[in-house]
């Protein structure tokens, strides 16, 4: 069989438009079960590799999907589409109205999916028992350093003791496993990765670090300054033995390796460096109601204006179907001719 060099199968690239049932699939034969939904693109943090310490322009109130908008959506990908995970996002996915209701609507749909939520974790402490009891099922949490300074410097605010105290609140509330998505900042990032693998094992979360992407509001990302994945792995080697996880990988972006020998293990989520388009399982959708078959999508497909002007969900479902059909090979970083999207992940959704 002939396959590309992200090694996906040449042969199956059909002609003509996606089809009308069946699973959300592309030409390539990759099947999208993991719906990524960005609740807003607001925030209350002000990441240096996310946006500008001003801010952004936030979407207007009337282009962000109403709860009812969202819940159709919903509905129409998990009845109709075959979605068996769905992930809230942001921005700031607390800063959402109505988390709660759309949370338990989610977990009201047939067949019931896995519901989980990234979130920077600053107000979390006082949200998960409500999420848990809504119906969320575990949380990622972003947090780059535990170094009180690092992070001030990193989010622009030092709201630190917040997402320890989240962290530690949505592992009473059992939203577990309670994992930490890790981007490293290139100055003090090796220093960050060895002190937030030993915060994760005394805590039982589960660290995820996170190659840096070219999503940055200002467009300054430089190949040459990011911690790849293999530099994040010798880093963590000068202090623990890693050993291959041997379970299979499936879908999971993450590479795992057992720390020490133990149940513990890390990941390691090398975005740039190793592709792998190959196993992608997700599409998007954005605050206003924009689906995007990858991350790193120059197009979109608007299922708002559907909503609003009256379509049925055979029309939505289409629309949705025909997005995920036109899907590229992989999201070309590595390619020279790669364009950054201009929407950066504060707006697209993690």
Same mark, same amino acid.
């Given at each position: 069989?002939?396959?590309?060099? +992200? ?9 003509? &438009?996606?089809?009308?049932?069946? *699973? ?27 946006? $500008? ?27 109709? +589409? ?14 959402? /109205? ?11 749909? !047939? ?39 690092? =992070? ?6 030092? !709201? ?13 509330? @059992?939203?577990?496993?309670? /994992? ?5 900042? $290139?100055?003090? @990032? ?7 693998? /030993? ?96 991350? =790193? ?6 299922? !708002? ?9 055979? &029309? ?27 929407? *950066? ?6």
């Amino acid at each position: 069989m002939t396959v590309t060099s +992200l090694g996906l199968p040449t042969v199956f690239r059909p002609v003509g &438009a996606a089809p009308a049932s069946g *699973p959300l699939i592309d030409t390539f034969g990759r099947v999208a079960t993991d719906l990524r939904v960005s609740l807003t693109d607001r925030c209350n943090l002000r990441c240096t590799y996310c946006m $500008p310490a001003e801010g952004l322009d936030w979407l207007a109130t009337e282009q962000v999907l109403s709860t009812e908008e969202l819940v159709r959506l919903l509905r129409i990908a998990v009845t109709r +589409l075959g979605i068996t995970n769905v992930r809230f996002t942001g921005g700031e996915p607390l800063l959402a /109205k109505d988390l709660d209701r759309v949370i338990a609507a989610t977990a009201a749909l !047939r067949p019931r999916p896995q519901i989980a939520l990234t979130t920077n974790g600053v107000a979390l402490h006082r949200r998960a028992q409500a999420l848990a009891e809504a119906g969320l099922d575990r949380v990622n949490v972003s947090l780059d350093t535990v170094d009180a300074t690092h =992070f001030a410097a990193i989010t622009r605010r030092d !709201r630190l003791d917040d997402v320890i105290a989240g962290l530690a609140a949505a592992q009473r509330a @059992g939203l577990r496993p309670v /994992k930490v998505n890790a981007v490293l900042d $290139p100055q003090t @990032g090796r220093d960050d990765v060895v002190a937030l693998l /030993k915060f994760c094992l005394q805590h039982d979360y589960q660290l995820r670090v996170i190659e840096q992407m070219p999503l940055d509001a200002g467009h300054s990302w430089e190949r040459g300054s990011v911690l790849t994945a293999a530099e994040i792995l010798e880093t963590l080697r000068g202090h623990f033995t890693l050993t291959p996880d041997t379970a299979p990988r499936g879908s999971a972006p993450a590479q795992l390796w057992r720390v020490d020998g133990g149940s513990a293990t890390v990941g390691v989520i090398a975005s740039v460096s190793e592709a792998f388009c190959a196993a992608c399982d997700r599409t998007r959708l954005t605050a206003d109601g924009q689906v995007r078959n990858c991350l =790193f999508a120059t197009r979109e497909t608007d299922l !708002r204006a559907l909503l609003r002007d009256g379509s049925d969900d055979d &029309a939505i479902e289409a629309a949705w179907r025909s997005a995920m059909w036109q899907k590229a090979a992989g999201h070309g970083i590595n390619d020279p001719s790669f364009v950054q999207p201009a929407r *950066p992940m504060s707006a697209i959704g993690g």
